[in-house]
């Protein structure tokens, strides 16, 4: 069973005792002479109670808890009543988070939720319409517009991230936002809040240890209510509390402190605001709490606590402490509180009327909001390709140097991408000597990290250009390339958008083996949200990725290994003002009796057959796709109409890879037009080997293209 709270408060006052110190400033000029942690890295947290501060704020903070406890129990019975349709309770958090609201600054310091901050959203000027708005779902509501589910705030006015519902995705892109403040030398903060269960995540840890590195402006809040769902926190956490792993942290401050107790937290909060924002590091707060109400409206708590846990629970009840604090004070009386809390349920009352009265998002609005709907004003094509021939990783290079140039908020990270080696495959080379460590330096050993990050930085107005070093290193970043990425711009309706580009090497035929050879656009294609695109030459890398570059969407840019340096795929370079749209395909070759569709190396695979055919009178049409999304179906379908066979040939696994999803198109689209079965040619179900003869058996050759053609030629 979970320690009583009065348990863990015994256990709190041998960790950090109170020190009866001289206030710490809340970080104006004055406050750099002040000494905020000990030698151990604790923060040092003085003394407060009622008379260090004024009554308006404390009767502010009440006010504040009472309004979100009243929402917690409206929430609940408009869910009853089936008008609302989840809720995640609040009740028992309020003082941790009132308090750190109160010394914190909406449109100036940033915001990197979890699912239970309703009254830190309150205590940055949210209303309670914008709540119950949230809450039933309605097409007016400023967090989502009914997208996202409710208690899942945002607002890019108050700097509130868009909440992803994912456990733990909220602390890498805090640590993102902290990165871009401090290049910014501002004294703005990055508040990140989690529960105790979340920090079992490994982002809670890589993101501790790069703000830790960093000495970043972020303030971890762990609001420990001792349980995860029905977890309690002895099944959780080694040690039974989070606190103990920012021990090992150097650079970062900690405390641990009584949650429930409004004082001790503004206390805790004010100093650790000082410290963070006099450039100290971030700080790692563990704010001892209760769970008031089960884990959500689906959980029943009583299936896994006891009566006697939930009762010693309530007797600490945050709001009936802070009432009893300000009764001592003379700041509230009986009739004082009954007033008080008869205003704020009308308030409430009042609000949820007219939430409920406000109109339903409109269905035919439900697909909006995926990309980017502004207006894409590039000059492309302005030029044509006629400098020195040029191989496809210099390309990259180029277009690199080129924007970094033309737009200083571009930024360049990933995994040895900085100094001298410029990444393994040089890619990246003389970066960091041109525009220097803060524009192009080497990231953690840690993939979720590096696009963690940069969708903290892209939030915070900065263009990451992060590179991935192997498509089949990718994988640790699903979680935030899934539930961050790719519904950033959706779940806040459009108000955010997470631009960047993320640069893959992908690919076989190179004797990689089972870790250095995979294709992933198939994968990534099916997460809408992404553009993605897969250059066969230099010129068109070079125009791609500039293009990639100047876009508001993210961008999957994958570039084969095996045409870095390859000679078919060696073009003449384009200038710096060379750019290509995304979703125009490229007729490579011209032909009238065979469509061959097809991207990256297999283009030239692709035409080698096509010149062997060319032997037996046979005309073939080679597409270059380029771009699978936007994916340019129009050029395909013409070329079907003209030569009424094809054939697909992609590098990935035939089975369920991304030219079925070609095949399937042009199927419903063009059928009457075909006067063949449509064909595939593409990879075994298979990983991909090592030894010569076993990649050969399962990555498709040139004679399996010559083969497949003849095939459709013949029937």
């Given at each position: 069973m979970a320690k009583t709270k009065r348990e863990t408060q015994e256990v709190m006052a041998d960790v950090q005792p109170d020190l009866n110190l001289a206030a710490v400033p809340s970080g104006d000029g004055d406050a750099a002479a002040v000494e905020t942690v000990d030698d151990s890295g604790v923060l040092r947290i003085p003394a407060l109670d009622a008379g260090d501060l004024d009554a308006d704020t404390l009767l502010h903070a009440y006010r504040l808890m009472l309004t979100s406890r009243r929402l917690d129990e409206k929430m609940l019975t408009l869910l009853k009543q089936g008008k609302g349709f989840f809720h995640i309770g609040c009740a028992g958090h309020e003082a941790a988070q009132a308090a750190i609201g109160l010394l914190s600054r909406p449109g100036y310091d940033w915001f990197s939720f979890y699912y239970r901050d309703l009254c830190m959203y309150l205590s940055l000027g949210g209303t309670p319409r914008d709540v119950l708005l949230n809450h039933l779902a309605k097409a007016d509501d400023p967090h989502s517009g009914g997208r996202q589910m409710a208690e899942h705030f945002s607002s890019p006015e108050k700097h509130i991230l868009p909440l992803s519902s994912s456990v733990g995705s909220q602390f890498l892109p805090a640590v993102g936002v902290g990165l871009a403040l401090k290049r910014r030398q501002t004294d703005a903060y990055v508040y990140c809040s989690c529960g105790d269960g979340a920090t079992s995540q490994g982002a809670f840890h890589e993101a501790m240890n790069w703000a830790a590195r960093e000495r970043a402006p972020v303030l971890f809040l762990v609001q420990d209510n001792k349980y995860a769902i029905s977890v309690p926190v002895e099944d959780q956490t080694a040690g039974g509390s989070a606190y103990k792993f920012a021990r090992g942290y150097e650079g970062l401050a900690r405390a641990h402190v009584?949650?429930?107790?409004?004082?001790?937290?503004?206390?805790?909060?004010?100093?650790?605001?000082?410290?963070i924002r006099q450039g100290r590091g971030p700080v790692c707060i563990v704010a001892d709490v209760v769970r008031l109400l089960p884990h959500s409206s689906s959980d029943n708590h009583t299936k896994y606590r006891t009566s006697e846990e939930l009762e010693n629970d309530r007797k600490i009840d945050p709001i009936a402490r802070l009432e009893m604090q300000l009764t001592e004070a003379g700041l509230l009386t009986e009739d004082r509180i009954r007033a008080l809390r008869r205003e704020v349920h009308r308030e409430i009352d009042e609000a949820a009327r007219w939430a409920m009265e406000q109109p339903d998002p409109d269905p035919s609005t439900a697909t909006r909001h995926v990309y980017f709907e502004g207006p894409v004003d590039l000059p492309y094509e302005a030029s044509t390709p006629s400098g020195k021939p040029i191989v496809m990783v210099d390309a990259i290079n180029h277009a690199l140097h080129e924007e970094m140039e033309r737009d200083e908020r571009i930024i360049v990270y990933g995994e040895d991408v900085a100094g001298a080696k410029g990444g393994v495959f040089t890619a990246t080379r003389n970066l960091t000597a041109r525009f220097g460590e803060d524009r192009c330096f080497n990231a953690q050993l840690a993939e979720n990290s590096i696009i963690g990050t940069a969708v903290g930085f892209s939030a915070a107005g900065y263009k990451p250009v992060v590179e991935i070093q192997?498509?089949?290193?990718?994988?640790?970043?699903?979680?935030?390339?899934?539930n961050q990425v790719a519904s950033f711009r959706y779940r806040s309706n459009g108000a955010w958008g997470c631009p960047m580009v993320i640069r893959v090497p992908v690919g076989g035929y190179i004797h990689g083996g089972l870790c250095h050879s995979q294709n992933i656009e198939g994968i990534f294609a099916h997460m809408p949200g992404y553009l993605i695109a897969m250059p066969s030459n230099a010129a068109d890398a070079k125009g791609l990725l500039k293009t990639a570059i100047r876009l508001e969407d993210p961008v999957l840019f994958l570039e084969h290994k095996a045409l870095y340096r390859a000679a078919a795929a060696r073009t003449p370079e384009p200038d710096a003002d060379y750019l290509l749209p995304f979703g125009k395909a490229n007729v490579v070759r011209e032909g009238s009796d065979l469509t061959i569709v097809t991207y990256g190396l297999m283009v030239h695979k692709s035409i080698h057959a096509a010149r062997m055919l060319d032997r037996d009178g046979v005309s073939v049409e080679v597409i270059d796709i380029r771009t699978m999304i936007p994916l340019d179906m129009e050029t395909i379908l013409a070329s079907v109409r003209k030569t009424n066979r094809v054939l697909v040939v992609y590098e990935d696994h035939e089975f369920a890879g991304f030219g079925a999803e070609i095949c399937a198109q042009i199927?419903?689209?063009?059928?009457?037009?075909?006067?063949?079965?449509?064909?595939?040619?593409?990879?075994?179900?298979?990983p991909i080997p090592f030894a010569d003869p076993l990649e050969r058996a399962v990555l498709p050759q040139d004679e399996d293209i010559l083969a497949a053609a003849r095939e459709v030629l013949a029937y």
């Open positions: 009584d949650g429930t107790d409004f004082f001790r937290m503004y206390a805790a909060a004010r100093a650790a605001l000082a410290h192997f498509g089949d290193y990718i994988w640790p970043a699903m979680q935030p390339l899934r199927a419903a689209r063009a059928f009457e037009h075909l006067d063949a079965p449509i064909r595939r040619v593409a990879g075994a179900f298979t």
